[in-house]
């Protein structure tokens, strides 16, 4: 179970739980390794990371539609509406990132029975 402090920071919860993660000899993640409760915790962050993503990229992507004028008119400069695309296109990224992490976790956790506290 997560805190309340780690359900609201999914992503730093994520970041601290990656290196606990077994690799093979080819530097990639041992899946058939790893520990399940891992992966669930994995899992459950990563997927809650990426709505996290896509809600706040929904959101930006909102308010750059709605500042039309203020873009027009040179109150929001061309190079803060250039970084937050770049921000944009790197969240979009990470977020499908952590949707192939968490489908692998998934499918390596699917017969796994959490036990009930």
Known sequence: MHTR???IRPMRSLLNQLPCLPVTDERMVDYTAADPHL????RDDAEMTMRVIHQGLTA???LIAHSGVAIEDGSIGADCLES???LMAELGDIASGFMVMAAHCRRETQDFKE???
């Open 84 to 86: 937050l695309g770049y």
């Open 5 to 7: 402090m780690q359900a």
């Open 60 to 62: 930006i992507g909102s």
């Open 115 to 117: 036990p009930f506290l």
């Open 39 to 42: 992966f669930v915790a994995i």
